[in-house]
């Protein structure tokens, strides 16, 4: 645990009490703070009461007497509209600040690594706590994935923390000035709790434009609101921004330096002279343009962190994969089960969809606003749909007269008919498919409707998967890396 001395003596509120709240509580506890706990939640403040957390109803504090509000970064900031427990802290000039953001007052001798964007944040923080781990550095993990970042232990000055960072989180921690700074991508996300893509755009960008000129900033420079962000930060006098690309060509911003990625070929431009590192083609748990991209950062990260910069690029090969993130399962001759359970909207499924050419498909759940209509040039490499939950009717709709498709349902009844086809598929071609046909979970939509979550969901995938009779797992990581 991080103690959280900065608030010593002093008065704070604590608000959402999920692992992430509780682990905030213990900290200013531990450093000395009188807290005051509370959430809109019966269940969580029993949870919480059951874990010795002291509860106070925040309708009834003196919010005069509070140095500071804690806010979970589940809850609304600014939209659709402030929380009431906002409005109330800010009624008495209460600043409202994050738990990351009192990890970064408490100006810890250790590098910092900040790694945010829409899509393959999770998976960028694992492989670059990988690639710093092999290359012999002490890391701790943590942050929007999986671990609460003041649940983190304190690491030698040698240490080095990876965090990943929400939108949400970037919003409550304005003073965090990390050492790398990293920007993957951006599609629309999250506009709810923004306001408009302005909003979210803003948020994301504030992370890089916090940090001093001293530190690097990693921008994937391939969508135009990213390059547009890597070319206001260049514009305004700073030197330290190195800029990723996964297009072909490649990107123009690469070309004196950067990292480059073409065919599964990780290439660092510097000054003008290119030198290709590595080739991530047939990196099992790499699969896709989109994580080429997460390994270029990750490289790009670890070695402005001091690796050497060749250890660093074969360390990417050793990844182990992140659960629910184009995880390999199996396989059926050589037709392969994907878990993608961690794609819940059409971005993410596009990025899935595009690194095969024949894909029996299984999506649904709950549907999110503009369904798949955005997976339309995709539709060719879809051999075979099988639809499940709420979404199902809409997907259908969408994938008549160009998709074939039948609605399973449910989950169990998708792996069952996708894999009698992969069988048959497997027969008539005595085991010899194509080497880039899969079944894949990529649902494109939430899980809330049959799932408590995209992580149970994908868990029952992996084990319905692992219990197919004629399912080969060599080369499959157990349960991925959580």
Request: hydrophobic share 45%.
């Amino acid at each position: 645990m991080i103690e959280v001395t900065t608030f010593a003596n002093a008065h704070v509120a604590v608000f959402g009490l999920g692992r992430s709240g509780l682990a905030t509580v213990r900290a200013l506890k531990a450093g000395g703070a009188e807290v005051c706990a509370w959430d809109d939640s019966p269940e969580r403040r029993d949870e919480a009461e059951e874990a010795g957390v002291d509860l106070a109803d925040l309708y009834s504090v003196d919010w005069k007497k509070m140095a500071a509000l804690i806010l979970s970064p589940g809850v609304p900031l600014t939209h659709p509209e402030p929380h009431w427990v906002v409005r109330m802290a800010r009624a008495e000039a209460c600043e409202v600040i994050g738990d990351v953001e009192l990890f970064a007052r408490e100006n810890l001798p250790n590098a910092i690594a900040a790694i945010t964007g829409t899509n393959g944040k999770s998976t960028t923080t694992a492989l670059t706590g990988h690639v710093l781990e092999t290359c012999g550095r002490t890391v701790a993990m943590g942050g929007n994935l999986g671990t609460p970042v003041l649940e983190l232990p304190r690491l030698p000055e040698n240490g080095i923390y990876v965090i990943e960072m929400s939108s949400y989180q970037i919003d409550l921690s304005p003073s965090l000035n990390p050492d790398v700074g990293v920007l993957l991508n951006l599609s629309p996300d999250h506009i709810d709790r923004h306001g408009d893509m302005a909003g979210y755009i803003g948020v994301k960008r504030d992370m890089l434009e916090r940090q001093s000129a001293n530190k690097i900033s990693i921008v994937g420079v391939d969508d135009e609101d990213c390059a547009g962000i890597f070319d206001k930060l260049k514009t305004a006098g700073r030197k330290n921004i190195v800029p990723v690309s996964v297009t072909v060509p490649v990107n123009k911003r690469t070309a004196v330096s950067g990292y480059e990625v073409a065919d599964g070929i990780v290439a660092r431009h510097d000054g003008g002279k290119k030198e290709a590192l590595v080739d991530l083609s047939s990196a099992t748990n790499l699969i896709g343009v989109h994580n080429w991209q997460n390994a270029a950062a990750a490289l790009a990260s670890a070695t402005a962190l001091g690796c050497p910069i060749h250890d660093a690029a074969a360390a990417l090969l050793s990844f182990p994969g992140l659960a629910h993130r184009m995880e390999y399962v199996g396989r059926i001759g050589n037709i392969r089960f994907i878990n993608d359970s961690k794609a819940t909207n059409a971005e993410a499924t596009a990025r899935a969809l595009a690194c095969f050419d024949r894909i029996i498909w299984i999506a649904g759940g709950r549907p999110k606003d503009g369904g798949i209509e955005t997976l339309r040039p995709e539709f060719g490499r879809i051999a075979y749909a099988y639809l499940i939950g709420e979404a199902a009717d809409e997907f259908a709709t969408t994938l008549e007269g160009e998709v074939p498709y039948a609605v399973a349902g449910t989950l169990e009844q998708a792996v069952t008919m996708a894999a009698e086809r992969a069988v048959e598929e497997a027969k008539c071609l005595n085991g010899d498919a194509m080497p880039d046909t899969a079944v894949l979970l990529s649902p494109a939509a939430a899980s809330f409707d049959q799932f408590a979550n995209f992580e149970l969901r994908g868990n029952r995938f992996r084990d319905l998967v692992t219990g197919l009779s004629l399912l080969h797992r060599e080369g499959a990581v157990a349960g991925g890396q959580a």
